[in-house]
């Protein structure tokens, strides 16, 4: 938790204002309160596994702003993945095959894998903005990525989300996980939308966190 919220400390100490946020991969909402201290708005919180989206929208429960939505985003709407499910609360699961995740972390295990069908991060938000009509798409400033691996395919099916918001905050790994993002990748992707990578931390394992700002 501490690691996304680490964002919004970094946009204060920018001086850049925020109030409205999509995360994808929100797993059991663990920084609904923390949301609220920091005064965010309006927030679509976006989670696949069943277990997790439970308690997610048990945690917004009574605050109607806070959106809770069972998803898996991916660049394409309506393809099925196999989604491996990891048994450290699901905070591990992605839609790509763990790798060298299972070597870097040999006590976390992938017992399960289950069939799940991926929508565009782009129509996620415009559903949701069809059924609240005093919510527009292009209200979002921040967008938070925690997928393990899977970041270029959900930045690469919100290209259009990606035209309003001003701040991207995403976990950077290498090769825990078959086909990942790499931090080359992700920087070719956001500096065609005018990002830049203000901060990065990674661990001595290879994976972290970056804050890419639109300039």
């Given at each position: 938790?501490?690691?996304?919220?680490l964002v919004?400390?970094?946009?204060?100490?920018?001086?850049?204002?925020?109030?409205?946020?999509?995360?994808?991969g929100?797993?059991r909402?663990?920084?609904?309160?923390?949301y609220?201290?920091?005064?965010?708005?309006?927030?679509?919180?976006?989670?696949?596994?069943?277990?997790?989206?439970?308690?997610?929208?048990?945690?917004?429960a009574?605050?109607?702003?806070?959106?809770?939505?069972?998803?898996?985003?991916?660049?394409?709407?309506?393809?099925?993945?196999?989604?491996?499910?990891?048994?450290?609360?699901?905070?591990?699961?992605?839609?790509?095959?763990?790798?060298?995740h299972?070597?870097e972390?040999?006590?976390?295990?992938?017992?399960?894998?289950?069939?799940?069908?991926?929508?565009?991060?782009?129509?996620?938000?415009?559903?949701?903005?069809?059924?609240?009509?005093?919510?527009?798409?292009?209200?979002?400033?921040?967008?938070?990525?925690?997928?393990?691996?899977?970041?270029?395919?959900?930045?690469?099916?919100?290209?259009?989300?990606?035209?309003?918001?001003k701040?991207?905050?995403?976990?950077?790994?290498?090769?825990?996980?078959?086909?990942?993002?790499?931090?080359?990748?992700?920087?070719?992707?956001?500096?065609?939308?005018?990002?830049?990578?203000?901060?990065?931390?990674?661990?001595?394992?290879?994976?972290?966190?970056?804050?890419?700002?639109?300039?």
């Open positions: 938790m501490e690691g996304r919220l919004f400390e970094q946009l204060k100490d920018l001086g850049r204002p925020f109030a409205n946020v999509v995360q994808v929100a797993n909402g663990q920084e609904v309160s923390a609220e201290n920091y005064g965010i708005d309006w927030a679509i919180m976006v989670e696949p596994q069943d277990d997790a989206f439970d308690k997610l929208r048990k945690r917004v009574g605050r109607p702003r806070y959106i809770a939505v069972q998803a898996l985003c991916a660049n394409m709407d309506g393809v099925e993945y196999d989604f491996y499910v990891a048994d450290n609360k699901g905070q591990s699961s992605s839609l790509l095959k763990p790798t060298r299972q070597v972390y040999p006590k976390i295990e992938f017992p399960t894998q289950v069939k799940l069908t991926s929508t565009r991060l782009d129509t996620l938000v415009a559903s949701v903005a069809e059924r609240r009509p005093e919510l527009s798409p292009d209200a979002f400033d921040t967008l938070l990525i925690d997928v393990q691996g899977a970041e270029l395919k959900v930045l690469m099916g919100a290209t259009r989300l990606l035209q309003h918001v701040h991207v905050f995403t976990e950077v790994s290498y090769d825990l996980y078959e086909g990942g993002a790499t931090l080359d990748d992700l920087q070719g992707f956001l500096r065609a939308f005018g990002f830049q990578l203000h901060f990065l931390q990674l661990n001595r394992r290879g994976w972290g966190d970056g804050l890419f700002v639109k300039v």
